[in-house]
């Protein structure tokens, strides 16, 4: 899911650091989403699991 998230995203980054957005701050924001996403997962695996 990663993967394909990412090489779908390029053009659209590239549209907005054209449009003079920072590269470090849509750096971290992609990364930032990608790790509350996974963190989000991992809790709800966790609560699942322990549930069970």
């Known amino acids: 899911m990663m993967?394909?998230?990412?090489?779908?995203?390029g053009r659209f980054d590239r549209r907005l650091a054209r449009a003079g957005y920072p590269r470090i701050h849509l750096v971290l924001a992609k990364t930032t989403s990608l790790t509350l996403a996974s963190g989000t997962i991992a809790a709800y695996a966790t609560a699942v699991i322990c549930t069970a």
């Open 3 to 9: 993967f394909a998230v990412t090489f779908n995203g």
